[in-house]
């Protein structure tokens, strides 16, 4: 290796999920780590999630009584994954070394004192089929106090939420109109926030728990990590990925690295050109991911001859745009809205057409499905007066007053009756009438004859627990009525380059690109073009940052890490 600036076993780029877990292994057999991040701030779109990792047969599940076991979590994933030679990244190999790694992770992570939990109910997007978890799979992180990280606390990436708490209290909280036990955990959640900060403490959860215990443990262990210095180009030599150009003090720095070089740098969710490329019909404006998920390091991988797949798949995340949402990074999700009693999602044509409960990832597809058929990006969530005052809406607190803009700029729409509030949105009167009528009639039977809402364990979690008898069928039957268009926005890009059971880069030919591993959405996932459960992009980036580390170490000198990886 001849004419680096400087020296290093092992260089990360991006800090985003998987990062800092690659970095803590490979400092477990005594090498030293370089991470390097483009933006100002530590964390990557890991930070600003819900922070949540899907992981199997972990131990929380068996402390907690909860079944599981490698053959059902395979059973799940071949129900729902399947084998297609579409999807090279959910190879049955990858998909068992997920499987058997990501409890052997998070373990690692609880030996360097990094505090988990799970979160108790929280079923699989497709609970009802063979190896499905109704208890559900997900892994968090306590709620951390980030004045813990010193100085580095003003380079966490920040939450997306004001106030901290544990997650499965946090989910209920939304309820507080109906249920008393979500009104007790709001007040309550409110006076530990604010006792915290009188006793000089600032409290986080989800991602930015989950990035901030990370970077405590990191910054533990002497990892060193670099903001604001973007690489702008892989170094190979004699085919192999030996190094890095980044930036330092304004002028290019190249970085050698001599066990590999591991890319966890997003997705391309931020890049409207490779949007329109892979993904049309799409657009930046509707998606959650920070505004560094540029997609140029999946480019300068393919620059060297990595193969990409899955390209045309994203986590979805059903989005509303109110007036002045075109300023905000965080876009208002609406995931549980139409899944809520007394709300539906319809085509431009006034039409229902989706199980409006089940995974979000499903549900934004669908409307692109749709909009092939029949015009529906946006589609129509429509509601009536129950809903409204029941129910926050676009981030606003239930309740009829909505910001004035809202209609004055027609956002939101509303009529005393169904066929009024058809007119406004340009929609047949009949078919609308004749569309509630129908879902209506459901209600009343308590089931969804066309779609099946509800059927399952999600569908009902997603909705409202205090609603009898169904958590998330509810007629739309008192006006005024109202309506609000639904984009199919996303928390990233799903598809990226193709990497084997070791998490090493490979070529069109499945050949390896040596020295190179990558993680994170600029890999092909290896749930394919589905999403199981929550946590399905995290848990991924945390696994295979976890298994790429673990081979780099090992693949040269046959390195033994001094504490025990389980």
């Not at 992981?55 to 799940?76: C, H, L, T, W």
């Not at 075109?326 to 208002?332: A, G, N, T």
């Not at 009949?430 to 039977?445: D, K």
Request: glycine content about 12%.
């Amino acid at each position: 290796m001849n004419n680096f600036d400087e020296l290093r076993d092992f260089v990360v780029v991006g800090s985003g999920g998987g990062s800092m877990c690659g970095a803590l292994v490979m400092r477990s057999y005594h090498k030293d780590v370089l991470i390097l991040e483009k933006t100002e701030f530590i964390g990557g779109t890991t930070a600003r999630s819900g922070g949540v990792m899907w992981i199997p047969n972990n131990r929380f599940m068996k402390s907690g009584g909860v079944e599981d076991s490698f053959d059902k979590a395979e059973a799940y994933l071949d129900a729902v994954v399947g084998d297609s030679d579409n999807q090279p990244g959910a190879t049955r190999e990858r998909r068992g070394t997920y499987i058997r790694e990501a409890p052997r992770m998070v373990d690692f992570l609880l030996d360097q004192g990094v505090e988990l939990n799970r979160v108790a109910y929280w079923p699989d997007y497709y609970d009802e089929r063979a190896g499905g978890s109704e208890a559900g799979r997900t892994v968090v992180a306590r709620v951390f106090n980030s004045n813990e990280l010193g100085q580095w606390r003003q380079k966490l990436r920040p939450s997306f939420m004001a106030m901290a708490g544990p997650l499965d209290e946090m989910l209920l909280i939304p309820n507080f109109k109906q249920s008393w036990k979500s009104k007790f955990i709001m007040v309550k959640t409110g006076l530990v926030n604010i006792f915290a900060r009188i006793m000089g403490k600032h409290l986080v959860t989800c991602g930015a728990a989950l990035q901030g215990r990370m970077l405590q443990a990191a910054l533990r262990e002497d990892v060193e990590l670099r903001t604001q210095s973007a690489v702008s180009e892989l170094i190979v030599e004699d085919g192999a990925v030996t190094g890095v150009v980044t930036v330092k003090e304004g002028r290019p720095w190249r970085v050698g690295a001599r066990l590999g070089v591991l890319v966890n740098a997003g997705g391309f969710a931020r890049n409207q050109a490779m949007r329109d490329q892979y993904q049309p019909g799409t657009s930046v404006a509707w998606t959650q991911t920070i505004p560094g998920d540029t997609g140029e390091m999946i480019q300068e991988m393919m620059r060297h001859g990595a193969a990409v797949a899955q390209m045309d798949t994203f986590v979805g995340y059903q989005t509303s745009l109110p007036p002045g949402s075109e300023r905000l990074d965080v876009k208002p999700g609406v995931q549980g809205m139409t899944a809520s009693p007394h709300c539906i999602l319809v085509d431009q044509g006034g039409t229902r057409y989706m199980n409006e409960g089940g995974s979000y990832m499903a549900y934004c597809q669908g409307m692109l499905d749709r909009n092939k058929l029949v015009p529906a990006v946006p589609s129509w969530a429509v509601f009536d007066s129950q809903f409204i005052s029941k129910y926050m809406l676009a981030g606003t607190m239930p309740g009829s007053s909505k910001p004035a803009s809202w209609t004055e700029q027609g956002y939101l729409k509303k009529g005393e009756t169904i066929e009024a509030l058809a007119r406004q949105i340009s929609v047949d009167p009949e078919a609308l009438a004749s569309t509630v009528a129908r879902y209506n009639g459901f209600v009343r039977n308590n089931r969804d004859e066309d779609f099946h809402r509800g059927d399952r364990a999600y569908d009902r979690w997603l909705g409202d627990f205090t609603h009898k008898p169904s958590q998330t069928l509810g007629a739309i039957e008192r006006g005024p009525f109202y309506a609000v268009q639904v984009y199919p926005g996303d928390v990233g890009t799903y598809g990226g380059v193709v990497t084997d059971a070791h998490a090493r880069v490979l070529k069109e030919d499945g050949s390896v690109i040596p020295g190179l591993y990558a993680t994170g959405v600029s890999t092909a996932s290896v749930m394919g073009r589905t999403y199981p459960g929550a946590g399905c992009s995290v848990g991924p980036s945390f696994v295979w940052g976890f298994v790429a580390a673990q081979h780099a170490a090992q693949a040269h000198q046959g390195g033994q890490p001094s504490r025990s990886i389980a």
